[in-house]
């Protein structure tokens, strides 16, 4: 499976951001993304990746405490697409974003632990205040 982020850029304190993961891959030839969890991680510098928010194949979401109500996760099976959705962005946003992918069944959506079949590189997204 192959990750690739887009639309990270940079934007003012309060301003809003979406990004995008096109995922790909033989492995979901067959059911695209419906069957595959997903999230968004994020790394700023010199800090420890974070969880930022997941989904599961059901629609299932779970999201960090501090982006709780600002960030939306989703996802578009048919064109095989991740999305977060970022508003009411804030500086201490700042950081690599990054999508990751796993099978189901090895991952749990509420504590983000288990996503480690795919990684993106990252986008960058830079809040400015």
């Known amino acids: 499976v192959r990750l690739e982020e887009s639309g990270g850029g940079s934007v003012q304190a309060g301003g809003s951001l979406r990004i995008a993961c096109a995922v790909d891959?033989?492995?979901?030839?067959?059911?695209?993304?419906?069957?595959?969890?997903m999230a968004w991680f994020r790394q700023a510098p010199g800090k420890e990746r974070e969880g930022v928010a997941a989904?599961?194949?059901?629609?299932?979401?779970s999201y960090a405490d501090d982006v709780k109500g600002r960030f939306a996760i989703s996802k578009d099976n048919v064109m095989n697409t991740l999305y977060l959705q970022m508003n009411r962005l804030k500086p201490e946003d700042t950081a690599t974003y990054y999508c990751?992918?796993?099978?189901?069944?090895?991952?749990?959506?509420?504590?983000?632990?288990?996503?480690?079949?795919?990684w993106g590189k990252g986008t960058q997204v830079t809040v400015s205040s």
């Open positions: 989904i599961g194949h059901d629609g299932k979401t």
């Open positions: 891959g033989d492995e979901l030839s067959l059911f695209g993304i419906s069957t595959y969890c």
């Open positions: 990751a992918g796993a099978w189901c069944p090895k991952v749990d959506i509420a504590t983000m632990d288990g996503f480690d079949d795919a």
